[in-house]
């Protein structure tokens, strides 16, 4: 399968060197486009044109969350080809709306994986044992939780649901193309495994505490202006521990271990 990824000149600490968009072939020149970006982008829609000019005719544009770095380009992209909108039936506009294992475009299924968001879709192609993931897994670094209570259950069942396709390559929504998805699964569930530890050891150790102290005794190596960003992911932590009886919430929004 023709696999090309045209890099979006969004970059940020979010988005890393910019949202991934990737132009996939099925051999008889129809194209979809995968996550063609945010909006008010012209330069990013035109190399997205530029480069399916060389190869064929969009037929499909696949948005894998709704997310602003990623599904609003989509519209204009689908007016200029007359390609079709698929993503989560969630999704505001998609014309193809796509359940779990839904047939997407040349052989890929779409998965269901929440936990970044409600409505994230991986798709997979069984036979090249390629995964798109989207912001479930990125390139470098780790991704970003859903605010929504019950996130990081979701997130950790999506990534086990991915694991046991045992992908070979993994397109990510940001950063590089990953060689050995597997492994890069592996070390994601256990970086989420040590996360929770780290929670845990941290009330172990300070006692009754809020969700601002842990973060800052648990992210110690990150710029504070992503402190808040670390909180959310500590507070997922914290309830999914609280899920578990593990832990218990005291008044003032404190957290201490199950006694
Ligand atoms: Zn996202």
């Not at 989207?134 to 950790?156: C, E, I, K, N, Q």
């Not at 150790?205 to 960003?229: K, Q, R």
Request: net charge negative; charged share 20%; hydrophobic share 40%.
């Amino acid at each position: 399968m023709l696999i090309e990824r045209i890099v979006a000149p969004n970059p940020g600490p979010m988005t890393l060197t910019g949202t991934n968009t990737y132009l996939v072939g099925d051999g008889a020149g129809n194209l979809a486009v995968i996550d063609p970006g945010p909006e008010d982008l012209p330069r990013h829609l035109d190399a997205i044109l530029a480069a399916a000019h060389a190869l064929g005719r969009i037929t499909t544009v696949v948005v894998t969350h709704r997310h602003l770095d990623h599904l609003p380009l989509a519209i204009p992209l689908c007016k200029e080809t007359g390609a079709r909108l698929a993503g989560h039936p969630d999704l505001p506009g998609v014309e193809q709306p796509l359940g779990q294992n839904a047939p997407t475009f040349n052989g890929m299924v779409a998965l269901h994986t929440p936990g970044h968001t409600r409505d994230s879709v991986c798709l997979w192609n069984a036979s090249e044992a390629t995964l798109f993931t989207g912001d479930l897994v990125l390139g470098s670094g780790t991704a970003v939780l859903d605010d929504a209570p019950g996130a990081l259950t979701d997130y950790m069942s999506s990534l086990e649901q991915l694991f046991g396709l045992r992908p070979r390559t993994i397109y990510p929504g940001h950063g590089p193309i990953v060689p050995d998805g597997a492994a890069k699964l592996t070390e994601y569930l256990e970086h989420r495994r040590l996360r929770l530890q780290q929670v845990l050891d941290a009330l172990g150790h300070h006692g009754p505490s809020t969700v601002a102290e842990l973060a800052a005794a648990i992210y110690t190596d990150v710029a504070p202006s992503m402190l808040p960003m670390a909180g959310r992911n500590v507070r997922a932590n914290l309830e999914l521990l609280l899920s578990e009886s593990r832990i218990e919430r005291l008044d003032g929004d404190r957290w201490q271990l199950m006694r």
